[in-house]
């Protein structure tokens, strides 16, 4: 069993910047897939960004270029660092993990969630 627990969530107009943190209860680095999605009011949850045990990285279309998926193995921390934020990216944001060994943007693959942290971002 892992334990998932975001912060780094909060309000930030419109171009501004925001680094999630999501701090797991046993170490995942070597095995594991660790992911971020979000899910707006009324919307679906989406992938947001993968990276795998190897660290190979995937992201939504909608992310590239602007947010950016870390880990540090060592703290078993993983991140996400969104710049230039736009009103489109409010959301509550969830980091997840499994044990497969390919990267993966499907929540459906995940059985291990946090509980979210809300990221805001006004126009």
């Known amino acids: 069993q892992v334990r998932l627990v975001e912060s780094g969530g909060g309000s930030v107009q419109a171009g501004g910047s925001l680094r999630l943190s999501c701090a797991a209860s046993?170490?995942?680095?070597?095995?594991?897939?660790l992911g971020w999605f979000r899910q707006a009011p009324g919307k679906e949850r989406e992938g947001v960004a993968a990276?795998?045990?190897?660290?190979?990285?995937s992201y939504a279309d909608s992310v590239k270029g602007r947010f950016t998926i870390s880990k540090d193995n060592a703290k078993n921390t993983l991140y996400l660092q969104m710049n230039s934020l736009k009103p489109e990216d409010t959301a509550m944001y969830y980091c997840?993990?499994?044990?497969?060994?390919?990267?993966?943007?499907?929540?459906?693959?995940?059985?291990?969630w946090g509980q979210g942290t809300q990221v805001t971002v006004s126009s």
């Open positions: 046993a170490y995942t680095g070597a095995t594991y897939c």
């Open positions: 990276v795998d045990s190897d660290g190979s990285t």
């Open positions: 997840a993990a499994d044990p497969f060994s390919w990267v993966a943007l499907n929540p459906n693959d995940y059985n291990y």
